[in-house]
């Protein structure tokens, strides 16, 4: 997958947390969050090239690996952010870990379902052209 | 200007503009209202879904064609700018000029970028036809 | 048997002589494949060279540096490499699917994933490949170009 793909996939789902997060929340963000937001984003989806290449292994396998992966890179940069900018938050570590897990369980079964409705799609056609045969 | 994948290029467009303001904005401990993080968003959907004017003034020059694009896209801004107002809450009374000067100044941008590369690319294939010959 | 091949530029149409001594297979599935239009790609069996209808063929793989053709009854060994067969037989409508594998997918006769979401593709004599993630997205774009072009009326499997 292109570096290029990456970027707007990344921007993708930026875009989309934040946008639904407006909608949801009143208020006021800091700047300091947003940037972490993107930063996190960021790992959770520039990491997946960890599903090119472990290709021939099962997705489940390989989300659960991801996850982990991802995970820690995720606490180890709020743990760098948290000496170097600010200090993290007594929650702040909790909090992450439930936004993270729940952004990645939601994009998780979206996946899924694209993944089904995709095969659907795809054997409707397989029977359109053997009934033009 | 055609622009494939509108809502791709607007969620870039959208994460730029806020990475960038975020990163400026974090020195001065500022915070930015959700409701602006929305209207954001939906200005830079404006601005791109309003690209589709170019499909329909295909036989108007470039330069009149950007103009008609600037004027409609800057009329749907402040109208959509009305809406917020009435339905979330009252536009600031800047409002309108922060509005009107921020779109403009982004709309100026992209356009100078756009009339580069389409200037640089009719050099480049006019050295190629002169090469020709 | 032995094959002699004659150039001449003088001739109005290509043509071909077969001489024989006693009809058999090899024999008759050359005449059927000479005065077929349908293209067809050679393998080997039991020392015996076949040319093997495009139509008939349910995937092709490679296996330690060899490959390997599958039709519905028969497998053949052939000398043509990967790369080659995926450029060539594109437009027949076989289609990569996994580093090792190129299938007809018009013998394809449904897909399903399994309970690790891996897609698995059924083949009209109910064996079962795996389309990995990587080939999947020029997988469905193949499927959905034939059906597309079927509905025009284009035949795909003659490649016109």
């Known amino acids: 997958m292109k570096v290029e793909n990456k970027f707007a996939d990344i921007c993708i789902a930026f875009t989309i947390i934040t946008v639904l997060s407006s909608f949801f929340k009143v208020g006021t963000v800091s700047h300091l969050h947003l940037s972490y937001r993107f930063a996190v984003t960021a790992i959770g989806i520039g990491s997946m090239y960890i599903f090119e290449y472990l290709e021939h292994w099962p997705l489940r396998y390989v989300e659960i690996l991801h996850y982990g992966i991802s995970m820690g890179m995720v606490f180890l940069f709020a743990w760098v952010t948290g000496i170097i900018i600010e200090p993290v938050d007594p929650n702040g570590y909790r909090d992450l870990f439930f936004n993270y897990t729940t952004i990645y369980v939601i994009a998780s079964i979206a996946y899924e379902i694209k993944m089904r409705s995709d095969i659907a799609k795809q054997n409707r056609l397989l029977m359109e052209i053997s009934n033009q045969d | ?133 | 048997m032995k094959l002699k091949l004659f150039v001449d530029s003088k001739l109005d149409d290509d043509y071909i002589d077969i001489k024989y001594r006693n009809m058999n297979m090899q024999i008759s599935q050359i005449i059927e494949i000479a005065g077929s239009k349908q293209p067809s790609m050679m393998g080997r069996k039991e020392g015996y060279e076949f040319a093997i209808n495009i139509q008939d063929v349910l995937y092709y793989e490679t296996v330690d540096k060899k490959y390997f053709i599958y039709t519905d009854r028969e497998t053949y060994e052939t000398h043509i490499p990967l790369k080659e067969v995926e450029e060539s037989l594109k437009q027949y409508g076989f289609s990569r699917i996994n580093k090792s594998m190129i299938v007809n997918i018009f013998k394809v006769s449904k897909l399903k994933a399994d309970s690790n979401m891996k897609i698995l593709a059924y083949l009209a004599n109910e064996e079962v490949v795996t389309v990995t993630r990587h080939y999947r997205t020029n997988f469905y774009q193949m499927i959905e170009q034939i059906s597309f072009e079927k509905k025009r009326g284009r035949s795909y499997e003659s490649g016109e």
């Open chain 2, 1 to 133: 200007m055609k622009i494939e994948n509108k809502i791709v290029v607007s969620c870039v467009i959208f994460t730029w503009i806020t990475i960038i303001q975020s990163v400026l904005g974090m020195r001065s401990g500022e915070n930015i209202t959700y409701i602006h993080l929305f209207i954001r968003f939906v200005v830079t959907l404006i601005a791109i879904y309003s690209f589709t004017i170019y499909d329909l003034l295909d036989h108007w020059s470039e330069t009149k064609a950007t103009f008609a694009h600037y004027l409609v896209s800057m009329a749907a801004v402040f109208i959509f700018t009305w809406l917020t107002g009435v339905f979330i809450e009252p536009v600031h009374p800047n409002g309108y000029r922060d509005v009107f000067l921020n779109y403009t100044c982004l709309f100026t941008a992209v356009a100078m970028v756009f009339e580069s590369k389409r200037y640089i690319a009719l050099v480049l294939e006019k050295r190629k036809s002169s090469d020709l010959f």
